[in-house]
């Protein structure tokens, strides 16, 4: 009905409103939503369910044991040597930590932004984000070498009575990521109460009914509560907007306030915040296409979502091209021979080229395809410019940590890294551990903010229905002469007619 | 229903400046000599601190951009805990049970259905006379709803 309206406005050339493209198809009535949503929870997984997650949970065993193999035999068995201290665990923390902003980027920015269309990607994203810590968190945690004692980390006094250093980024970055994962867990939480106690209002009396009973707290729905609630979450979508732009900018900072070249730069913190965003997104859309096809969600996240997120990873794949190009520029332009060399190095003639022009065509060149919309819309091509963007962002951090140390100040001591099996197997393994995770999510808890959807569906609106004429129109303000037919049913509403 | 504007917000902001002030002190004094140069030697004591002396650098130097992420972690961390547990406050959560939840037709508010629930303790509650009112305001299903408790 509307489609057709706006077509005939079009036609007549008046000056009307467009429609919005609506966020939830085929006009879906509020049931339906609760039905299809708590089905994926309440009915037996379907068979690709048990693809991944069979293999997920042999990969974190794999993980698991590579973990026991380097406590029980020491840090040696992953590839660093000096000077190439920070290898793949560090790249693999930064990738996962990347991963995970673009989760507090759909639920908070995109929430205080007013973007509705959130609504639909941001419960999933949210799960992402804090399994993607989780993950993260591992690496450091071994890295340190004598795993149990990473308490030394806590902000308590060591054996020895010697508080942590608070001027090292490397503490900075402890407490950055700490927070940033507890607060992920709680935003993401609050916003599973209301859905959980949809989900314990559907369950028969068991241990399920009583699991999600104790977890939506005995969540009643009341106006009361709802009042209370929203400024709640809004808050929370307050305070994780600075929060989810500073630890990407505290990680960067873990290398920009070192005197290495290739790593001082001051441009550091916003090209690591812009490329976590695109490595975030570009992780969302691999999870939420098989997602929605797998248990016939594309009601609810529409052609439009993946348009929206494909653009943005269009434009921060865009940010990140100009940091590495502008990297290049200012290692040129300044007067530091050494930033120079090392760029020379990285780009041009040093022994792990590829990285960099792996890097470069992955993050930089594979995301403009995303200027033509057939392509935005066209699945099969979202998910391999996708798969282009996850294995660029992993280069990129490679690219940084590890082509940067081999080429150090000290040509003397300059060496290639080469990565062990337990190096490669841990990595793999982080990706099964995620995996798990997120499936275990699919499997009990609502994959789509059920509660935050039924807000946006046009019979949600206390407006549907009505047309877009109301109010004082151009055409009357200016003393155009409307033809009739513009409107509706021919008729001018009582409202124009002043 | 006359539900005034939250006040959270309010508790957050305080929960938040906590924060700042919990890194601030602690790092200071940690780090620095800046209470002890400031007639306050005995919270060095007390607390059993002592500056730490990184890279040779002076304890006397309070360094707050070095200092400066950890007091905005903080403050972040501590003001998403006022807001957790200022709304479980605020609105009375968690509770076990509740007389609501015996009702059939309750479960359908988490749906698409639309619940108006009258407690008995409303000084203007009857059971005859709320009951007719509901009905001549359309209600299509009134339930008396009993609290065992």
């Known amino acids: ?498 | 229903m006359g539900v005034k504007r939250s006040k959270l917000p309010w508790f957050v902001f305080f929960g938040g400046m906590a924060g700042t002030c919990t890194a601030f002190i602690m790092e200071t004094l940690t780090q620095t000599t800046f209470w002890s140069d400031r007639g306050l030697g005995f919270l060095e004591k007390i607390a059993e601190t002592y500056p730490t002396v990184v890279q040779a650098k002076p304890t006397g130097f309070v360094t707050l951009p070095a200092f400066f992420p950890v007091m905005f972690e903080l403050t972040i961390l501590f003001s998403a805990f006022t807001v957790l547990f200022g709304l479980l406050a605020f609105i009375g959560l968690p509770r076990w049970n509740h007389p609501l939840f015996t009702s059939k037709r309750f479960e359908k508010f988490s749906d698409d259905g639309f619940f108006v629930s009258i407690e008995a303790r409303d000084p203007k509650f009857s059971q005859e006379a709320t009951k007719a009112f509901l009905e001549k305001i359309g209600a299509k299903n009134i339930e008396l709803v009993e609290d065992d408790i």
Not at chain 1, 211 to 235: D, P, Q, V
Not at chain 1, 267 to 293: D, E, H, K, N
Not at chain 1, 407 to 422: E, Y
Not at chain 1, 472 to 482: F, K, L, P, R
Request: aromatic content about 16%; glycine content about 8%.
């Open chain 1, 1 to 498: 009905m509307a489609a057709t309206e706006s077509a005939s406005h079009q036609d007549s050339g008046a000056y009307t409103a467009l429609d919005r493209e609506p966020l939830v198809l085929n006009n879906r009535s509020f049931s339906w939503i609760t039905n299809r949503i708590c089905g994926i929870v309440e009915n037996k997984q379907p068979f690709g369910w048990w693809v991944l997650f069979i293999p997920s949970v042999i990969l974190t065993g794999i993980m698991a044991f590579c973990f026991v193999y380097l406590i029980a035999t020491g840090v040696g068995v992953w590839g660093q040597k000096q000077p190439v201290d920070w290898a793949w665990d560090i790249t693999n923390f930064v990738f996962w930590i990347g991963i995970g902003h673009a989760g507090t980027l759909i639920s908070a920015i995109l929430f205080l932004t007013r973007q509705r269309w959130r609504t639909s990607v941001n419960r999933a994203a949210e799960a992402m984000t804090i399994f993607a810590v989780m993950c993260a968190g591992l690496f450091p945690a071994f890295h340190v070498g004598r795993v149990w004692m990473v308490w030394f980390l806590a902000p308590i006094p060591n054996a020895n009575a010697i508080w942590q250093n608070f001027k090292s980024p490397l503490l900075w970055d402890v407490f950055a990521v700490s927070t940033y994962f507890t607060v992920s867990a709680i935003f993401w939480y609050l916003g599973l109460v209301p859905d959980l106690a949809t989900l314990r209002d559907r369950c028969k009396p068991g241990i399920r009914k009583m699991m999600y009973g104790i977890f939506s707290l005995g969540w009643r729905g009341a106006n009361r509560h709802w009042s209370h609630y929203e400024t709640a979450y809004m808050l929370l979508a307050a305070l994780s907007t600075p929060l989810v732009l500073s630890v990407h900018s505290v990680v960067s900072f873990d290398f920009a306030t070192s005197v290495v070249p290739g790593w001082h730069a001051t441009i550091f913190p916003p090209y690591f915040v812009a490329g976590a965003i695109f490595g975030g997104f570009a992780m969302v859309l691999t999870l939420m296409i098989p997602v929605r096809s797998i248990y016939g969600l594309h009601d609810l996240i529409t052609p439009k979502h993946i348009d929206n997120m494909a653009k943005i990873i269009l434009l921060t794949g865009t940010i990140v091209g100009y940091a590495y190009s502008m990297e290049f520029f200012m290692a040129y332009y300044g007067a530091n021979p050494f930033e120079l060399q090392t760029f020379k190095l990285r780009g041009l003639y040093g022994p792990s080229t590829w990285y960099y022009y792996a890097m470069f065509g992955c993050n930089v060149f594979a995301p403009q395809i995303f200027w033509i919309k057939k392509m935005r819309t066209n699945l099969i091509a979202v998910m391999i410019v996708c798969m282009f963007v996850n294995a660029g962002m992993w280069y990129e951090r490679y690219v940084i940590i590890v082509t940067t140390l081999e080429r150090h100040l000290t040509p003397g001591s300059w060496r290639v890294f080469h990565a062990t099996w337990v190096d490669i197997t841990t990595f793999i393994g982080t990706f099964g551990f995620f995996m798990m995770n997120f499936l275990l999510f699919l499997r009990f808890l609502p994959v789509i903010a059920i509660g935050e959807v039924k807000g946006v569906t046009p019979a949600a609106d206390p407006h549907a229905g009505e047309s877009h004429e109301h109010g004082v129109q151009e055409d009357d303000a200016m003393g155009y002469e409307t033809p009739a037919s513009t409107y509706p049913g021919g008729v001018k509403p009582a409202a124009t007619a002043a």
